[in-house]
């Protein structure tokens, strides 16, 4: 018999979902509509299309060769874009220098016909401006020549400065010409221009263009700081103990398998393995922008889609263990909660547990939002950029939510259904079983752009208490459906604000896709019986 959901359980917790949800709609999506509405372009992008035809033609008029190919990327300067958040300068910097000197920006990687190279322009998202770039072409005026000083302030006067801005300018070793422009700071930060110019049909071209403002060195420091302690948490953290907690799943599940089947887990493992495939190879436009302009990359990326497809089967494999292990150890303990296809009451106890996932979800929101607002307030938590999640960087948009179904199905297997099981067997308290691989998975999580580091790790280690309550409470499906909902939600979010009417479309899909899987396995598991019995879930030993 299944440790199933009350009739009717979810009356418990609607109440509280309803008040989240308005709570998190007043905290995050009215001021996401407003800041959309009041944006000079509608909070809406160029195509990447439009971005490599602009590109094309403004590089084959400038070096005169005709562009064989583009391909654009979404490129972002993350330790400006984390600066200018962190001391609340966002505002004045969009309103003073965006348009010519944006932090976002398409990288349009532009390849020559013939004998020409590549080279890089990079296109205003939403005007389309030209803002900068770095070709080849022509014969380089070099650092000895005495007309690059003049020539590359004339170059520069085109492009909006004045000639007493540029006196600081002074040539490099390299051949290049630098300046920092008088007058154009924000906070701390000062524009950085440095140009390169060549001789073409006899006239002076300014291939090189790079205007971009550098992040003072304290929090250039200060975030590199941040970054290698994030690095070491995840790995000693999270990927070890990953790797350990993998062993230990092979161990037990041998030890516990007259308790469980080597058959269950194998549907599950599937829809991870392919999940995590598409969503790996469907961002490796991400993966080529974090190369910024190395002309070598495509070896790397290629190296890096077959060793996501490879990784992939390890930890597929990690998964379907975690699965088998994790059943043998509660059903060991006195519990079932993970019920099998054809037990009596699975698809109403499926069914329910997808309603409660709903509502746990709305909970979570609100939740998420206050903590962040918590942890602004104390520890002063700020967010960067970071191109590898750009869903401008995602081949197929309207893909991205299958990351909900990938992290919902791994995370829960492995951090809660296995590894609260172990624990639990180990020191006989609910608690302590949940916070020990609590505190690993949100290590996993710290590398996220977000900073302090520790900003994560402290919302994650409440957030995922509160999965712990719902699996140990209602049982691996109920967890799931809320973790898979949970970021369906916030995938969904991200694809309304920057999708087209399809990508739009797809969100809304996975929103509400949990309903109609839950439906389909209700109206399957009841036809194999008349009157399915449902019961109640044990209740919890006292620790």
Request: net charge neutral; glycine share 8%.
């Amino acid at each position: 018999m299944i440790d199933s959901i009350q009739h009717k359980e979810w009356k418990r917790y609607i109440g509280a979902a309803v008040v989240c949800l308005i709570i998190y709609m007043f905290i995050d999506i009215v001021p996401l509509i407003k800041a959309s509405e009041s944006d000079e372009y509608g909070g809406k992008a160029i195509s990447k299309a439009e971005a490599e035809q602009t590109a094309s033609k403004f590089a084959e008029e400038l070096v005169g060769r005709e562009a064989d190919s583009a391909n654009a990327v979404h490129q972002s300067d993350k330790l400006m874009n984390g600066y200018i958040s962190r001391d609340e300068l966002t505002e004045a910097y969009a309103d003073q220098y965006d348009k010519q000197f944006p932090t976002d920006t398409y990288q349009v990687e532009v390849d020559f016909d013939g004998a020409g190279g590549k080279g890089y322009v990079y296109v205003h998202m939403q005007n389309k401006r030209i803002v900068a770039w770095n070709l080849h072409g022509g014969e380089p005026v070099v650092d000895t020549d005495p007309k690059l000083n003049e020539q590359a302030i004339a170059l520069l006067e085109e492009q909006g400065f004045r000639a007493e801005e540029l006196t600081s300018g002074a040539a490099y070793p390299n051949g290049e010409w630098g300046v920092k422009p008088a007058g154009y700071t924000i906070g701390e930060s000062q524009l950085q221009v440095t140009v390169a110019v060549s001789m073409i049909d006899g006239k002076p071209v300014m291939i090189k263009y790079k205007p971009n403002f550098i992040a003072p060195a304290e929090y250039r420091d200060y975030v590199e700081g941040q970054d290698r302690w994030a690095q070491f948490m995840t790995g000693f953290g999270f990927i070890l103990m990953s790797f350990i907690l993998f062993v230990l799943a092979v161990i037990y599940a041998v030890l516990y398998r007259r308790h469980t089947s080597f058959k269950r887990g194998i549907v599950l493992t599937i829809i991870y393995f392919v999940t995590y495939v598409i969503i790996n190879l469907n961002v490796l436009d991400g993966i080529r922008a974090s190369l910024g302009e190395q002309t070598d990359f495509s070896g790397q990326i290629l190296i890096t889609a077959v060793f996501t497809v490879l990784l992939s089967i390890p930890m597929a494999g990690s998964i379907y263990i975690s699965l088998v292990a994790g059943d043998g150890l509660w059903k060991a303990q006195g519990r079932s909660l993970w019920p099998r296809f054809g037990q009596p009451g699975y698809g109403t106890y499926v069914w329910r547990s997808m309603g409660l996932g709903y509502c746990f979800a709305a909970i979570l929101f609100a939740l998420q939002a206050a903590i962040f607002i918590g942890l602004k307030y104390t520890i002063g938590t700020w967010s960067t950029s970071d191109v590898t999640q750009s869903p401008y960087n995602m081949a197929y948009l309207w893909l991205m939510p299958v990351l909900a179904w990938a992290a919902a199905i791994s995370e829960e297997a492995v951090f809660r259904f296995f590894g609260i099981g172990l624990f639990r067997k180990w020191f006989k308290n609910t608690f302590v079983a949940a916070l020990i691989p609590t505190i690993s998975w949100a290590l996993g999580h710290v590398m996220y752009p977000l900073y302090p580091s520790s900003t994560r790790l402290i919302e994650l280690m409440i957030i995922g208490l509160i999965f712990s309550f719902i699996f140990v409470r209602y049982g691996l499906i109920t967890a799931m459906f809320t973790h898979a909902i949970f970021n369906s939600v916030g995938v969904a979010i991200t694809i309304f604000t920057v999708g087209s009417a399809f990508d739009i479309a797809s969100g809304i899909f996975f929103v509400i896709l949990p309903i109609l899987i839950a439906y389909v396995i209700k109206y399957m598991g009841n036809k194999k019986e008349k009157n399915p019995p449902v019961t109640t879930v044990l209740p919890l030993e006292r620790q």
